[in-house]
Every structure is written in C-alpha cells, then in structure tokens.
C-alpha cells in the first residue's frame, strides 16, 4: 500500500506540529592554539560508561552532547544548550570546543582512540580506525532525531486503509526517509558548512572551497560496495544483516546514511516491534551558533519533513534508481563551489510547493511563512548559505583562524554569569545550579514544574524529587512547616537548651501597638510568624519612637497575620548552611549599604551599586538588586538621610538592618575562618528540629571566643528550610563553597 494522500486528508486543527525531537552534537576539544586537546575526557563529568548528556566519540578529544527528549524544537534547542554550556564549563580553561565540521590540522599521531570501560566499544573504534582511518572519524556534525506524534500518526493511520498500525508506522516512516534521501541535497546546499580541509588532511581533494565536505564522498562514508536498498523496510534490514555477515561491516551501526531507523536493536526487531524514530545525520555544524545550530534550521527541517509526508510515494521499483541518482546529485552540489547556482537537476519545486501546501492547509502562519520566504531567498542567493557565509573568513586555504576566534567567543560566552545555567536563567539560581550539576554528572531530569521549581532526578531505577534546589524526600514533611514558623522554632530549640531571643507573638496590630510601653526603651526586632528572604524585618538598634514601631508592624502584618517582637541581640550574624548534620558553609551576611562619594545622592548610590552583574532580580542572580523601598527609607531615616541627599564621602549608611541577601545585603564566605565549635553548634540545632537541610542564622557577639555548652556566646534568631545555596557559592568575598554538588551526591550516592 502506498503512503500517498494521506496528510492532505487531515482536518486543519489536527496536531501536525507534534513530534518528539533530540539532538546529538559532535565537537572536538581543543587547547588555544586551536591543535586538538591530548587530555583525557573531562573527568568532572563523571562516568561516560553511561553517562546520558557529555559522552566520548571515537577519539578522547572528541565529545558527543545528547539532549534528552523534548517534545518541540525549541526545547530541544535549550536543552542543547544547557548541556553545551556544562560542556564548555567542564573542559579544562584553556581548552575550547572547535566550532566546526572539519577538524584542525591533525595528524594521525594528535588522535587517541577513547579509552572506554566497554571492551567491544574500544575493539570497535579500533577497527574503524584500521578500516576508515583516524583523521575522518574527527569530522563533527550534528544529528537531528524526530519521532511523529503519537496523535498524528494515530490521525494518519485513521485516515489510511491500513489495518495493522506498526505496519503502518513502519511504512511512514519508511517513506519518510525515501523522500528525505531524494531531497537531502537541498540542506546540503542550504547547511553545507564544511568549505575545506586543513592542509595534509586529505592526499587529494579537490582544489578550491566546496560546501561540504562531510557531506561528500570525501566525508565519513561506507566504502562504494555497501548498497542498502531503502526500496522496502526488509530489504533495508535484510542487506544491513548480509553485510555484517559477509564481514563487510563490523556491526549494523557501522552502516552511515544521511537516514537511519532508530529504536530497536537488532534492525531486525523494527519488523516485530516498530520504528520509533528517525535519525538525520547530514548537517555539519553551524559555526555561528553556539550550540552547532540555530533555531530557524531545526524549525525549517522540521517543515521540511512535513512536506516529504505530504509528498507522494516513489514506487517501490523505482526507490533505489532515484535515490542514487540523488546521492550523486547531493555529492554534485557538496563538492560544488560555495557561490556556484544548483545544477538543473536539483529541482526544489515540488518540495517547496508541498512546503507551502503544508502551511496554507494547517493554517501554521507566518513565521513557518517566514522559513520558507527565506528558503527561496537563498536559493536564488548561494551568499546567504552557510557556505557562502563563510568564505569571507577563509585565510590561505584554513579557516583555523576563524575557528579560533568562534571557539574563544563561544568559550567565554559559557562563562559569563557561571552561575547562571544558558537558557534556564529565568528558574531560581540554586535549581539551576543543581541542574548545571544533574548534567554534568550525567543524572536524567525532568523539570515537572517550571514555576515551581520542581524537578524529578533518576538514575537506572533510583528517583527523587526536588523542589528548589534542596527540599527533597530528605526531610519529613512537617518539619518545613516547623521551620517556617517562627514561635514553633523557638519553642523547639528552647526545649533542646539552645538560646533564643526573648519576645512575644501578636496577631493583632493593637495587641501589636499594646506592647509597645515593654519595649519603648529597648532594642527589638520585628518580624512575621512565617516568611523567608527576610521580607517585613524591622530592626532597631536604639528605641523605636511609637510612629516607627507602628510602621514596622504595619510592614510585617503584610506579609504574615501574626508577629513576632523581639529583643535585639547584639553581635553579627552569620548563617550557617547544615546538610545531613554537618556544617558545610558558614556566611558573613553585610546588611545592604553604599557609602558616600560626596557628589552622589543616597538614590544615585543605590543605582551605581546595582550595576553589579551580579546583582539581579528574584535569586536569578548571586546578589540581589538593593530596593529603596519602605523598609529602607525608614532605616535611612533613623541615620538622618532621605533619598536625595547626597551622601557625604566615607560615610556608610545601612539601608537594612536584616543582612538578608535576598534584601541587597552582601555576602562574605568564612567558612573556613569560622571556630569549629560554632559549625558544631548549629550542626546540633538543625539536628534537634529534625533538619536535612537547613539555614541556621546565629547571632555572634566574639567569634574569636569558642561556643561551650555552658556558654554558648551565641543566639540563634532562625532556622531556615530551603536555605539559599548560591549565595555561599557566588559570594562578594572569599572563596565560596560548592553545595549543589554535594546535594546530588546525598541523593545519589551511587554515582560517586
């Protein structure tokens, strides 16, 4: 039965556009001179015995990044770039990713085949390198798998007169890859960006650019004997299957096609259990992206596939005589001269027209509109390639300056704002930071709530949940709900002999106000019940007037309806970051501030301070941006300033007094300056509330003096569940401790 007429049956609301998508990127390390990198494999990314994102290709220099699956292209472009950014940020500082297809200059002396734990896996790319050579295994390109929707084909198969749906599968996809094959050579010339190879590379190659070489017969391609008919999903099987057993291929993944059926192994299997999917492996990466290719070419290959179902048929007689004509046509136009127009047997009209056939019929509007505008733009214009792009960049015959540069650029681009995670940036910090680590250390995720921060780890059979970084299944469930309430808190580390300040909990702004005759001459604080980051916190060193007291009531009522007030506790705090009953970061918090220049009003201070880079908004960013809001313009009253004075030079004003990062407060790591009795202590106080993980926040009047039983010279003003991680990481001082790590490696100690 023939698969023709099929998706032109279906209603414009149908669900075209739904597909499965993954990305796998080949890319070699390189040191700064651009020659290939003789280090091992990055050992920070764990074991890539089954390591499912950063894994080794043929040779140690050569990486091989995979996305997880995505259900559209837009997050599987992200996902690529996640994990290209980990890449970037895992390799040695002065090692880069080269940025294209073809390799360096490289001799056969600069590759080391990769060191794999699996013995087949090392005999294998052995045999390659005996049979194919070394030096072509470096060419690096992209492959591009899709798997149709499942609701799509159930309405091509609805709409179809065939009765056994893996049949019918098998056959779409089977057509797919026909079409693709016959028009594979329009990427060539649209994504072709393999223009030459670096002196000595090949013995004889044509003289003068070309569009591509990988996509050549100079490329990594089976020798001229291996023909594997696509006239039948059989026929494919069955002359993979005589190769291998005449020796002709070592296994059945050594077969090499711009297409191959993905999803069972043996090939064999596809007739019993289906083709889940297609593998594309024709495009050479795009070395002015980032991540090897851009959005617009996995939108546009994703319509193109579309048109090729729209498409009709070749008979099956027919199937092998075209589809070898358009090998050699695709090898016309790879080894063609960048600027050279199509020869006249690539006629792109029939699949331009079904492209635009696909859009008017599912109404998909302007921006696949907008591909297919550009399509014919570059096929009228060969400027407008990848191929032509680069030309300008070709010095002496090499591109090894250009690929230098873009592998710097690209280098230095990873590491901006390293604590930011490439494409996630809008997630909570310490999530992305945890996700830099879950694909770093090659551990499946699945981000179940964006908003919330909620992810699911697993590895083989082993899962957890975490929601914002370290609420895990760690801590029972109730004692977030403890830490969060301020009065339990107190009362739970008070019946452990541990000291907390004195002070009494309102639920009412009067009962609040009739208080105020206890505490007119004293220091305090005021705060909500139940918050975090800080928020409502009034503090006041000297006795609050009434006016003040109300405003600082008022302040926390709106963040919580009951209120704490409290005495103050002189000293300087610190919080002290507890896992699993063990100090492992301890953090001097400086309330947010500026200091005066003596030009500069309060207002301009603020704005030059939140330049910082790494100030941000909503703990995207390592320091948060300083508010001049009522908290302080209250504070800035009590030291006899308003907004737009200007601030005389070397005078510090505190626009807090809570040292709360995430008020604008600054952070300074002392972790290891910090008396160990200190960190015991408070390793003890998350410990008596049940705490895996757990902000402590202790007042310290001396720390050069040691906490004793007796006398601890200390007070604990709060215990914080979900303790922010990046602030101890990023830090505006100090060293900074890694912690995100150290929670994967609780969770899943086996990877270790």
């Known amino acids: 039965m023939k698969m023709n007429q099929l998706l032109q049956q279906l209603d414009a609301a149908s669900p075209v556009l739904q597909a499965n998508f993954g990305i796998e990127r080949e890319s070699l390390r390189v040191d700064l001179e651009g020659r290939v990198a003789q280090t091992p494999h990055p050992e920070v990314c764990g074991a890539r015995s089954y390591h499912p994102y950063i894994q080794t290709d043929f040779s140690e220099f050569q990486l091989e990044l995979i996305t997880p699956v995505a259900k559209s292209t837009q997050e599987a472009k992200r996902l690529l770039g996640a994990i290209t950014d980990v890449a970037g940020r895992s390799i040695n500082r002065n090692e880069h990713m080269w940025p294209l297809s073809m390799p360096p200059h490289i001799t056969e002396a600069d590759i080391q085949i990769a060191q794999l734990e699996d013995d087949f896996e090392r005999h294998y790319r052995s045999y390659l390198a005996d049979k194919y050579g070394t030096k072509l295994q470096a060419i690096s390109g992209i492959h591009y798998n899709i798997e149709l929707g499942a609701d799509l084909v159930q309405a091509l198969y609805q709409v179809s007169d065939y009765r056994d749906k893996k049949s019918f599968k098998n056959d779409l996809y089977l057509k797919l890859a026909q079409n693709f094959l016959r028009y594979s050579w329009l990427l060539t010339y649209l ?70 059926f993905r999803g069972q192994k043996p090939n064999r299997q596809f007739l019993d259990q289906g083709i889940t999917y297609l593998e594309l492996r024709c495009f050479d990466l795009n070395p002015f992206e980032v991540t090897g290719i851009d959005q617009a070419t996995m939108d546009t290959v994703h319509l193109l596939l579309l048109a090729l179902v729209w498409m009709d048929q070749a008979d099956k007689e027919e199937v092998d005589g075209l589809l070898q004509e358009a090998h050699e046509l695709n090898n016309q136009i790879a080894l063609a001269h960048p600027l050279d127009p199509l020869p006249n047997k690539a006629d792109a009209a029939p699949v331009l027209a079904a492209m635009e056939a696909v859009i008017a019929h599912f109404r998909l509007g302007r921006s696949y509109q907008d591909l297919l505008d550009d399509i014919r733009l570059t096929l009228t214009d060969p400027h407008r390639t990848l191929s032509g792009q680069l030309l300008p960049h070709i010095e002496n015959h090499s591109l090894a300056n250009f690929g230098r540069e873009k592998a710097t650029e690209y280098q230095n681009y990873a590491w901006t704002a390293p604590y930011a995670l490439k494409g996630y940036e809008n997630m909570e910090l310490s999530t992305q930071m945890l996700l830099f680590d879950v694909i770093q250390q090659g551990v499946h995720f699945e981000i179940l709530d964006e908003e919330d921060q909620f992810l699911k780890l697993w590895h083989d059979q082993h899962v957890e949940y975490v929601k914002n970084g370290n609420m895990t299944s760690k801590d029972n469930y109730v004692i977030p709900l403890a830490m969060a309430n301020k009065t339990v808190t107190k009362k739970i580390l008070q019946a452990a002999h541990f000291p907390v300040p004195a002070g009494e909990e309102f639920t009412s702004l009067e009962a609040g106000l009739a208080y105020y005759p206890f505490i007119k001459d004293k220091q305090i604080v005021v705060k909500p019940k139940s918050t975090n980051f800080g928020l409502g916190i009034s503090i006041f060193q000297e ?19 009951a209120v704490l007030v409290e005495e103050f506790i002189a000293g300087t705090e610190y919080r002290f970051f507890v896992l699993d009953g063990v100090c492992e970061a301890v953090l001097l918090r400086v309330a947010a501030n500026v200091v005066g220049d003596g030009v500069h009003t309060v207002r301009e201070l603020v704005a030059l301070k939140n330049d910082n880079p790494l100030r941000g908004r909503d703990h995207r960013s390592p320091l948060e941006i300083i508010q001049l809001g009522d908290i302080e313009r209250l504070m800035l009253s009590q030291q006899g300033y308003e907004p737009d004075d200007i601030l005389p030079a070397g005078i510090q004003v505190n626009l807090r007094r809570n040292s709360n990062i995430s008020t604008g407060g600054d952070s300074i790591d002392v972790t290891e300056t910090m008396h160990p009795s200190y960190k015991e202590l408070a390793a003890q106080m998350a410990k008596a509330m049940g705490a895996w993980a757990c902000g402590v926040d202790l007042i310290i009047p001396d720390n050069t003096i040691p906490s004793r039983p007796d006398a601890p010279n200390c007070t604990c003003i709060e215990l914080n569940f979900n303790p922010s991680m990046y602030m101890h990481t990023y830090c505006a001082q100090g060293p900074g401790q890694s912690l995100t790590p150290k929670i994967l490696a609780k969770l899943f100690p086996e990877i270790e």
């Open 543 to 561: 006795p609050a007037s009434l006016e003040s007291y109300q405003k600082a009531l008022e302040i926390a009522f709106a963040e919580d309806s």
């Open 191 to 260: 994504y072709g960006a393999a223009p030459l190879a670096e002196k000595g590379f090949y013995k004889e190659a044509p003289q003068g650019p070309v569009r591509s070489y990988r996509n050549s017969d100079y490329g990594y391609v089976n020798k001229p004997n291996i023909q594997v008919s696509y006239a039948s999903l059989e026929a494919y099987i069955t002359d993979i299957e005589r190769y291998v057993k005449e020796g002709e291929l070592l296994a059945e993944k050594e077969f090499y096609s711009a297409v191959r």
